[in-house]
């Protein structure tokens, strides 16, 4: 098991978690309050929850399916985040900030899951 509050990459998706909190999610229109804003939402802290999640595991293979997740809702962050720029519910700044902070633990997570399969 390891001490996810040690993984670098955990502490990158910690804080894109607060950024789409705090910086992306106020700018939705009330009315997507259940819809795109509450996906936006739990694919952020999906991310953190499996890095989380796959640490108390015991063998490299169950950590890694985990990131492989976490993974995943990365790239629906990345998705949402861009469907929401496209609807014009945040501006183009907000989605360059937050799509530059998505592909870095994209990036993080792809490099640690290839250095556990190695």
């Given at each position: ?5 040690k993984?670098?990459?955990w ?9 789409v ?19 936006c939402?739990r694919?952020?802290?999906?991310i ?11 063998t ?6 985990f990131?492989?997740?976490a ?5 629906e ?6 469907l929401?720029?496209d ?14 902070k998505?592909n ?15």
């Amino acid at each position: 098991m390891r001490d996810y509050k040690k993984l670098q990459v955990w502490e990158k998706a910690h804080k894109l978690v607060l950024f789409v909190y705090k910086q992306v999610i106020p700018k939705f229109p009330k009315h997507q309050q259940y819809d795109l804003m509450s996906q936006c939402k739990r694919a952020a802290y999906s991310i953190t929850l499996n890095i989380v999640q796959g640490s108390g595991r015991t063998t490299e293979k169950d950590f890694t399916h985990f990131l492989d997740m976490a993974l995943g809702s990365a790239h629906e962050l990345e998705y949402s985040c861009l469907l929401a720029k496209d609807l014009d519910y945040i501006n183009i700044e907000t989605y360059e900030d937050v799509n530059s902070k998505v592909n870095e633990v994209k990036a993080m997570l792809i490099a640690l899951i290839k250095s556990i399969r190695n």
